[in-house]
Structures are given as structure tokens and as C-alpha cells.
């Protein structure tokens, strides 16, 4: 009778251990998805604001993208992402540095990447990314 009940209880023990981690699991899915269309997002209204004349609608929706980042970012993110737009920003201009930009944007590049789990370098400063306005003759 005792061999009966221990392997029922284990059988409960491992099902509900099972139905756990997959739950886990589906739960940090639907999260890296969420994070994914934030920083599609991101990425898409950075393209609408490259070179010195970008619309207004353009830049607002870049704000209203960098703002979100705000919900799902890991810090790594937030520092890179506050970094950058400090670089960019209008009361920067007398400052500015197409190598400091350039510089922080592949990090921000390389941190967003690396908090969806795919770093694309052991070393963030090994890593280079560029934004390009296809058409336009302009990169930044």
C-alpha cells in the first residue's frame, strides 16, 4: 500500500513541477515578445529622426518610444539609452561628437540585444552599430 501512495505523490509532485516550469516558461516568452515589439519600436521611430531635419511628428514619436523603454528596459538598457539621448539632445549641440554618438548608439544597440538574450559580442565595446536613412545619403 505504501509503494502505491509514495508513487502517486510523486506523480502529483512531478505533474504540478511540470505544469510549473512550463508556465514559467510561456510567461517569460509573452515577456521577450513584449520587449521585442518595445524596442521594434524604438528602433523604427530612431529611423525617422536620422540627420538634422527630421519632421516634428518624427521626433515625437521617438520621445514617446524612448519613454516607453521606461517599462521593460533592464538597467543596462536605461543607462545606455540615457547616455545617448544626453548626447543627442538640443541642449547638447555645442557638444556633440559623431564618435561619442556613434559610440553610444552601439552600445545602446548592443545592451538592448543583450537584455533579449542574443548579445551580439562578449564585449560591448567590440560592437558596432550604425543608423542609416536608406535613400537619403544620410547616416549618423
Known amino acids: 500500500m ?12 512531478a505533474s ?16 521577450r515578445g513584449k520587449k521585442l515589439t518595445y524596442y521594434e519600436e524604438f528602433f523604427a521611430a530612431a529611423s525617422g ?6 519632421p516634428t511628428e518624427a ?6 518610444a524612448v519613454n516607453n523603454l521606461h517599462l521593460i528596459g533592464s538597467n543596462g538598457v536605461l543607462k545606455a539609452l540615457h547616455a545617448f539621448t544626453a548626447e543627442t539632445a538640443t541642449s547638447n549641440r555645442q557638444h556633440f561628437s559623431k564618435e561619442r554618438h556613434d559610440k553610444l548608439w552601439s552600445l545602446l544597440v548592443w545592451e538592448i540585444r543583450a537584455d533579449l538574450g542574443d548579445p551580439p559580442t562578449k564585449e560591448p565595446s567590440a560592437f558596432k552599430a550604425m543608423l542609416w536613412a536608406s535613400g537619403t545619403g544620410r547616416n549618423a
Open 59 to 64: 521626433k515625437m514619436r521617438f520621445a514617446t
Open 16 to 31: 504540478g513541477g511540470a505544469i510549473y516550469l512550463t508556465k514559467h516558461q510561456e510567461r517569460k516568452a509573452i515577456w
Open 49 to 54: 529622426i536620422v540627420g538634422e531635419t527630421a
Open 2 to 13: 505504501w509503494p502505491a501512495i509514495i508513487s502517486a505523490l510523486a506523480a502529483i509532485v
